[in-house]
């Protein structure tokens, strides 16, 4: 799975973001990580688009759905998966234009089988570059 | 329509009553005066007039009786006759200074004045005559006797104009009269109408604006809207204004509890900010933290000392867990995703949740079901919060034998009506009064591990669904928690 592109994982917490590079660079992924509304941007405007998105909603300053807001309006192609404690928003309008909408709990593996699912689904459409 | 203008009704009652007083007044002053009027001329009359008139008629009579004694001397000599005539003179005289007595106007007084004069002529001359008779010199008497006899009727006409001039007074004075009691009927009758008019007004004025408004006051204040209690307009007043007060009193004593109330959901609007903001802030570390937990368990072999550290560790994060759970949920405003449900099937749902539970505990329960409850409008998942709250609580503080039983069953209840009751009743050891009363309470618990949230929650969804959560409870004998919800009208 080494070959399908970078996964950008946007979360406050460099202890999260760490961890989840971590498990992910292990099972073959690249990653990218953004600790900040702005760095996420910042990252999408170099030029480089991620194969998905790994995106909190519970960002300092900009939160929840505003940055979702940005980033659907700046990348609207690109897969993402929302992995936060913020349950409140799964039902939300923005939130249902996610691939998939996860509660972030200890057990990461939830996270990593709907990556795996949502990759295989999006390179089963169309090639990435 | 105003047609008095601007006077309050103080002002108006006032005017008319001085009105009517003047009026009561100035005809008792009138009476008063012509009834002076009338006494000072009766007493003129009685006091002048009567004696003046009689003296006038004793003073003709005895003038008259005076004519005719002279000739009678003259034909036979005899001194008797003039001994009467000297009688009548003195009779005649005794009248006169009688009518000079008298207080007259000075008319009748130079008349009597006239008469006493002309009286002393007529007398001296008279007197000569008989003199001139008695010496025997009958021509010279005769012919002098011829000239006294006109000065005799000139003093009778004298004496006649002067009892005229009385009868005329007498007369004036009964025509006097006539005309002042005919005024004074004419005041009489004035002054009548004035104070009929007034007290029509004044009557007018009462009714229209005193009576009718508080009839009318009386009829708008009923509290409740019973029947008018029997007696007069201002004992009815006095009854419904009482009856206002007391709604007053209700009132305020409300307002005040909503005031605390209010003051307290402040108080909990705000610990419900301060805590979601320290729960967020919790919750980021924590889920990293678990992470790491969960990667470490699964990454290295433990010994079983490790193994056991690392549980209480692991446990410990799921209890601060469920602390946090607890804050954000105590204050997210509830969403009630609302539909027609069963109570019992939560009954049924949350049993199933906690059979592992109840086993654990050995909490055996028994359900008391009516044959058809009607349905409510409710959230199932909250409901099932709330159930499984209660009966969490009741297995922790049963102590053995446990045994709780629910009672599912169709009540009336007060400010809701028709209503479906929920009763979970424990055999646990059950709580003081002042436990009672803290229990519900935010951040009040018992258990050593607990947030003292749990049952403020389960009151606020019950309330949030129309519903009531009430407590009965005493020392030794166990719990009851009372659930009551809105029954949904049957289609």
Redo the contacts between chains.
């Keep these: 799975m080494g070959s399908t592109g970078v996964i950008l994982i946007a979360d ?2 460099p ?2 973001r760490s ?1 989840l590079s971590r ?1 992910l660079k292990t099972a073959g992924y690249q990653t990218a990580e953004a600790g900040t509304s702005r760095e996420i941007v910042n990252y999408l405007h170099s030029g480089h688009l991620p194969a998905l998105m790994i995106m909190e909603l ?1 960002f300092p300053i900009a939160v929840g759905m505003n940055v979702l807001n940005r980033i659907h309006d700046l990348v609207p192609t690109v897969p993402h998966i929302i992995y936060t ?1 913020l349950t ?1 928003y799964e039902n939300s309008s923005e939130a249902k234009k996610a691939d998939a909408f996860i509660e ?5 593996d939830e996270l990593f089988q709907t990556i795996d699912a949502v990759l295989a689904r999006y390179q089963s459409k169309k090639p990435l570059r | 329509m105003n047609i008095w203008g601007k006077p309050v009704i103080t002002t108006r009652i006032f005017a008319i009553l001085f009105l009517l007083l003047s009026t009561t007044v100035g005809m008792g002053v009138t009476s008063i005066w012509n009834a002076g009027q009338f006494n000072q001329m009766i007493n003129r009359v009685i006091v002048e007039d009567i004696p003046a008139i009689e003296a006038a008629r004793e003073i003709e009579t005895s003038l008259a009786n005076q004519k005719g004694f002279a000739t009678y001397y003259f034909l036979d000599g005899d001194p008797k006759w003039l001994n009467e005539l000297s009688v009548h003179r003195k009779v005649f005289l005794h009248w006169l200074d009688q009518a000079l007595l008298v207080n007259q106007e000075p008319k009748q007084r130079n008349l009597l004045e006239g008469i006493q004069k002309k009286f002393a002529v007529y007398v001296t001359e008279k007197d000569r005559v008989i003199d001139l008779y008695k010496a025997g010199d009958r021509k010279t008497g005769e012919e002098l006797h011829w000239k006294v006899r006109e000065q005799f009727f000139e003093l009778k006409e004298m004496a006649a104009t002067y009892k005229q001039v009385n009868e005329l007074n007498i007369q004036q004075a009964l025509e006097t009269s006539r005309a002042k009691m005919q005024r004074l009927s004419s005041a009489a009758v004035v002054f009548m109408i004035c104070a009929l008019i007034f007290g029509v007004l004044l009557a007018f004025i009462m009714i229209s604006q005193i009576l009718m408004p508080i009839r009318r006051l009386s009829r708008e204040a009923a509290v409740t809207g019973e029947p008018a209690p029997p007696g007069n307009e201002v004992r009815l007043l006095r009854t419904r204004v009482h009856g206002l007060m007391q709604h007053i009193d209700r009132t305020r004593s409300e307002l005040e509890q909503s005031q605390e109330l209010l003051m307290n959901s402040e108080k909990m609007a705000l610990v419900g900010k301060l805590s979601t903001e320290v729960a967020h802030s919790i919750r980021n570390p924590m889920t990293s933290i678990n992470m790491r937990l969960f990667s470490l368990k699964r990454n290295i072999d433990l010994t079983e000392v490790q193994k056991e550290d690392f549980e209480v560790v692991a446990e410990e994060m799921r209890r601060l867990d469920n602390i946090v759970s607890n804050f954000l949920e105590f204050s997210k405003p509830h969403k009630l995703k609302k539909r027609r449900i069963d109570i019992s099937t939560v009954v049924d749902m949350t049993l199933d949740l906690l059979f592992y539970r109840l086993e654990v505990h050995s909490v055996k329960v028994v359900r008391k079901r009516s044959a058809s409850l009607p349905l409510i409008e409710a959230d199932p998942e909250l409901l099932k919060e709330v159930f499984v709250n209660l009966m969490v609580n009741a297995c922790e503080a049963i102590e053995i034998d446990g045994e709780v039983t629910i009672t599912e069953q169709e009540a009336v209840a007060e400010n809701i009506g028709r209503a479906v009751v929920v009763k979970f009743t424990d055999n646990g050891p059950g709580m003081s009064e002042e436990l009672q009363k803290r229990v519900l309470e935010p951040f009040e618990t018992t258990k050593p591990q607990g947030t003292g949230l749990g049952l403020f929650i389960a009151v606020r969804i019950v309330k949030e669904h129309g519903g009531t959560l009430e407590l009965h409870s005493k020392e030794g004998q166990g719990t009851t928690f009372i659930l009551t919800f809105p029954a949904l009208e049957e289609v």
């Design positions: 406050p917490n202890f999260v961890f498990e519970d404690h409140e972030k709990n200890d057990d990461p």
